[in-house]
Structures are given as C-alpha cells and as structure tokens.
C-alpha cells in the first residue's frame, strides 16, 4: 500500500536521476586533480552546482557562496596535510548551516551539529522513564502505554527502527478505548521517510494535501522544476480519529521533521514542544578526486502551506521543559499534550 502518491515517489526518482546526470557532466568536463586544491576546488563547484539552498539561505542570514569560496581558498595549498584539509573543507561546509551537508573521510565525519547543539534539549530520558516506567509495551520501534488519564502515550526514538503495519494495528488496537494519542519524537533524528509516511497515513480518512517538493534541473543556483504537490493517502488498516499530539523538540530532524510536517497539515493533531531542527532538502552524495564523499541537500520540500521547513517547524503550541517540574519528575511538554487532549 502506498502512503504519498505515485508523484512522490515518480518526483525522488526524478531527483536522483537528475543530480546523477548533471554530476556526471560537470565532472566529464571540468576533472580536477587529486591534489588538496584540487581537492577543494571540486568541493566547492559540486555544492555551488548541486545545493539547493542557496537563496533562501541568503535571505535568512546572508550567505554568499562566492565569497565562502574566496574566505577558504586562502587557507588552501598543496603543502597540507590531508587532515589540515579535511579540517578546512568541514569549516567551509559549516557556512551552509545544514545537517544534511557532510564530509566523509576515512578517519573522520565532517557535520554541522550547531543546528541543536545550540539550543536546548526540551527532553530527558529520566523523565521518560518515569512516565514508561518499566512494564512499558514494545513493538519494533515504539515503546508504549496507556497514561494514568487514559491517553495513549507512545516514544517513537528514530526513524530508523522499522515498523510494519501489523505493528501499527497492535498498538492502535491496544488504544482502542483511551481519549486520545501522544506521539513522542522529541530528539528523533530522522531515518526512513517510509516509516514515517507509514504512521502518518494512519491519521488520515482521505487524500490530504501534505506538502510540496522541488528537484533540480540544471546547475544554476535557481535552476528547479516546479513545486509537486505531495498527498498522504489513508492507510487501508485500523486508523486513528481521535485527538493527537505530536510531541517536537530542536532534535526532530530529516525523516522526523517530515513527519512532524505532514501531521502538521492534519485537522486533528497538534505540535507541542520547541521548533524542530528542519532538515528538509533530501540528501545526495558525490565523491571527490581523493575518494572522501560529500553529501548534501539536493531536493527542498516544503510544507502544506509551501513554507520552508529546512530551519524547522513552529509547533502550534511553543514551550520548553520548566526546570521546577524536572525536579519534582514532571515532564511539562508531556503534560501540556495531556491537558490539550482533555480539553483544558
């Protein structure tokens, strides 16, 4: 069974096709040395030819790719170690501000992790335990029970951890009777947008419009198709009518904003928690003359309301762990999801 329309998935394999093509032109005709300048002279014309971000990352903060290749190539030379340089192209790479952009070497793994270091968790797996306590339910990736006020409260951790539609049938089943759904993805990284798109169809009665996708179709920094509608088909299995909320913090990235997006667009979900940490430019990857890989966002997706999402999402309702509360083992997001399902 599908989730997201043939569009969806006919649009990712148009993506891939075309960065492949393009790549494999521009390296055909412009072959650099494996040299460190060379080396980072590829760096930078695959992300100026491949990224695509780059005017709406200037308009957020003012990047100018332009000038990050002329700041950067100064500290270039042939006389370098591999590791000077590695540390060098990881520092230009950062000026993109996105945790989709990486280096790959075989010693180390060049990423921007500021986009949630430099905010505040919104979560603790002391508090988690509290509510799980220990003879909390398991299926595949989902950890599960039933809240002392009759809301159903499920930690999905990563979207990584498959899960089958048998298991989806379990735990809805297992909820049958309770008022409402807390889904907890606070800290969840990302992983297979399937797994994701499989839980999201759970909470929809009909084709709904989600969000929008864009692919590449030429080199230039503005060179896109058009914006492709994306629609979350129901799941033809048990599905889910009640209240939810979606718990969120700056650690919901990639897969996990996605879905943190589509259940945005849902009449019947709420987004409680901190703004996500985005992520929403499908990631490609190349390799360099020296065999060290890059990888980078290579096809945007927006919202339902085609707003970009790559910065992260504003939950409906916007708050942060109290520290008063931690300390008496509260876990205020919890909490709140709690109260907007009961109606207070």
């Known amino acids: 069974m599908q989730t997201l329309n043939r569009l969806h998935t006919v649009a990712l394999m148009l993506c891939a096709i075309f960065m492949v093509t393009m790549f494999t032109s521009c390296i055909d005709e412009d072959e650099q040395p494996n040299t460190p300048t060379g080396n980072f002279e590829a760096l930078w014309r695959i992300i100026d030819q491949h990224y695509c971000f780059f005017d709406y990352k200037q308009q957020q903060y003012g990047l100018d790719w332009q000038e990050v290749y002329v700041k950067y190539k100064e500290r270039v030379s042939d006389r370098m170690t591999d590791r000077q340089l590695f540390e060098v192209m990881t ?65 999905y951790e990563s979207f990584a951890d498959a899960i089958g539609e048998g298991n989806l049938d379990e735990v809805l089943s297992y909820f049958l009777l309770c008022r409402g759904l807390i889904i907890d993805i606070r800290s969840n990284g990302g992983g297979e947008l399937t797994n994701a798109e499989r839980l999201a169809s759970r909470f929809v009665d009909e084709k709904t419009l989600v969000g929008y996708m864009q692919h590449k179709t030429g080199t230039g920094h503005n060179d896109f198709s058009e914006l492709k509608a994306q629609y979350l088909e129901p799941s033809s299995r048990l599905r889910w009518r009640k209240p939810v909320c979606v718990l969120v913090n700056r650690g919901v990235f990639s897969a996990a904003n996605e879905f943190a997006s589509m259940m945005h667009a849902l009449p019947n979900v709420t987004l409680v928690g901190y703004r996500t940490g985005g992520g929403s430019g499908m990631p490609m990857s190349n390799s360099l003359p020296n065999g060290w890989m890059v990888r ?41 999801a709690r109260n907007v399902i009961k109606g207070k």
């Open 91 to 155: 520092d230009m790479l950062s000026e993109l501000r996105d945790g989709h952009v990486n280096l790959g070497a075989s010693y180390d793994y060049g990423r921007y992790w500021a986009w949630k270091e430099d905010y505040t968790s919104d979560y603790s797996d002391s508090l988690e335990r509290i509510y799980l306590r220990t003879d909390y339910k398991i299926a595949s990736g989902m950890k599960y029970r039933v809240l002392d006020d009759n809301i159903g409260y499920v930690r």
């Open 296 to 336: 980078y966002s290579a096809c945007p997706m927006y919202d339902s309301q085609k707003r970009q999402t790559e910065f992260g999402i504003e939950p409906d309702i916007s708050l942060h762990l109290d520290d008063a509360d931690t300390r008496r083992g509260v876990d205020t997001i919890i909490e709140t």
